[in-house]
């Protein structure tokens, strides 16, 4: 034998007593159980979408429901497709965010890995106790779509309009919104807009008397913060303290329902629960657009970039922000860089989802001041390999409102500051 090996076999032998102490010293690793980690991520992260009645196409709220679709969780966690939520941490905190972290992403990696065991059954917390009905309480005022809307059964995504009378009583203003589709199978988003009586009958007439088709962009103007957005999973809160909003005189609620068919007739008839205040808001709350008109996207273009930027020339206080592109989205990115040279991201999300576009609260209002310059990128994805490109083989894409046109948009809510 020579003197190397020896050398080598007897430092292996010294390491594996090390180790024997070691081992010995720490405590055996428990196995990750349902009952102890797997519950408490599920039910504070994932139940309340995956439940019967709510959105998602499937339950999670018991043991043998989690077990069953367990590799698909591991998987969708890991690629952060679930929960959905897609503004990435470090750029802007915001209210309601949905996120697992790396700990809890990998003890589900763990649990699959081990044969997801249960553990002990009498250690499984309680299924958190979820509101049935108004989420925010019951609002002063319910309105609801005239009549049920057929929807045919096959067929293309589809926007539909639907009136709704409103009657705020006088000194009232509206706080907050709370959205409920009567059928959430065919229910994908809704948008919210007020209408002069005169153009929303008008149009009415003009789509045959009960409803009408519009482009993605919605008409009239959208309620303001998140009370204009419903998504799926979508937490109704109040605007800002102190400004809610005070109803433009004769004029109709437009709820804008983007549909899509089942396989089988379906009808829809939403409800709106309208909260109010006699609190007069301090001042008006207003929105900045910031738009592309020129995107024009050739055939095949992997990586098509708008960069957009402008100036302050007023301080604000931003409360919300709304980013959005259509199906060849993939990143958006918004900098803001304050007059004395320091920059604050406002909002990052690097793998743009069409169909889990949020609308995005700020935790607290934050002031920028004139002189403010606000950069916004947006990338594009027109490759074949985009799974989400709706033309195989890509096609040039231009701006307009329909979800087969592109847009590069962004919208920032803010509260302009009293001088
Ligand atoms: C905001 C509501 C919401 C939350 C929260 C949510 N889901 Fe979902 N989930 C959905 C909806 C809606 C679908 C079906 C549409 C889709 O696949 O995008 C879905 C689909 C899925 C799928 C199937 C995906 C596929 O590709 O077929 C899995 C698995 C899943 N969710 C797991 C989870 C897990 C695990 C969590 C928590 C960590 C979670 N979800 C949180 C709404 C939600």
Redesign the pocket.
């Known amino acids: 034998m020579n003197k190397q090996w020896m050398v080598c076999t007897s430092f292996a032998a010294l390491c594996a007593a090390a180790w024997g102490i070691v081992a010995a010293a720490l405590p055996a690793p428990s196995p990750v159980t349902f009952a102890r980690q797997i519950a408490p991520?599920?039910y504070a992260?994932?139940?309340?979408?995956?439940r019967e009645g709510?959105?998602?196409?499937?339950s999670?709220t018991t043991y043998a429901e989690v077990k069953k679709?367990a590799r698909?969780?591991a998987?969708?966690?890991t690629r952060h497709?679930?929960?959905?939520?897609r503004a990435e941490k470090g750029h802007g905190d915001f209210l309601g965010e949905?996120r697992?972290d790396e700990t809890q992403i990998d003890q589900?990696q763990q649990w699959v890995k081990a044969g997801c065991p249960e553990g002990d059954a009498a250690v499984t917390p309680a299924l958190p106790k979820f509101a049935s009905g108004w989420q925010l309480g019951e609002p002063d005022l319910i309105v609801k779509m005239p009549e049920a809307y057929e929807l045919i059964s096959e067929g293309r995504d589809m926007y539909q309009c639907f009136v709704i009378p409103v009657k705020i009583p006088a000194g009232k203003y509206l706080e907050s919104v709370e959205f409920r589709p009567g059928n959430r199978r065919i229910v994908h988003h809704a948008v919210l807009t007020t209408l002069k009586h005169g153009m929303a009958n008008w149009m009415l007439t003009a789509g045959g008397g009960k409803s009408f088709s519009s482009g993605l962009v919605a008409p009239g103007d959208r309620l303001p913060g998140s009370l204009g957005l419903w998504?799926?999973?979508?937490e109704p809160r109040p605007l800002p303290p102190g400004y809610a909003m005070e109803w433009p005189t004769e004029s109709d609620l437009v709820l804008q329902l983007h549909l899509h068919p089942s396989g089988k007739p379906e009808f829809e008839q939403s409800s709106v629960g309208l909260h109010l205040t006699s609190e007069k808001p301090h001042g008006k709350l207003k929105s900045m657009v910031m738009l592309d008109k020129n995107v024009d996207i050739k055939a095949g273009d992997g990586n098509y970039e708008v960069d957009k930027s402008m100036t302050l020339k007023a301080p604000v206080d931003v409360y919300g922000i709304f980013p959005h592109m259509h199906l060849l989205g993939h990143t958006v990115k918004v900098t803001a860089t304050l007059p004395d040279g320091s920059s604050r991201p406002m909002i990052a999300i690097g793998d743009w989802?069409f169909?889990?576009q949020n609308y995005y609260q700020y935790a607290m209002p934050f002031r920028l001041p004139a002189g403010t310059r606000l950069e916004a990128h947006w990338s594009f994805d027109n490759s074949a390999s985009n799974p989400a490109n709706p033309s195989q083989p890509p096609r040039r894409v231009t701006f307009g409102e329909q979800t087969t046109n592109e847009m590069a948009a962004l919208i920032l809510d803010v509260i302009p500051v009293e001088k």
Not at 45 to 50: D, E
Not at 81 to 85: G, N, T
């Open positions: 991520i599920i992260n994932c139940t309340a979408c995956h709510e959105t998602a196409p499937f999670l679709h698909h969780i998987d969708v966690t497709v679930m929960p959905p939520w949905r697992l589900l998504t799926p999973g979508y989802d169909n889990w």
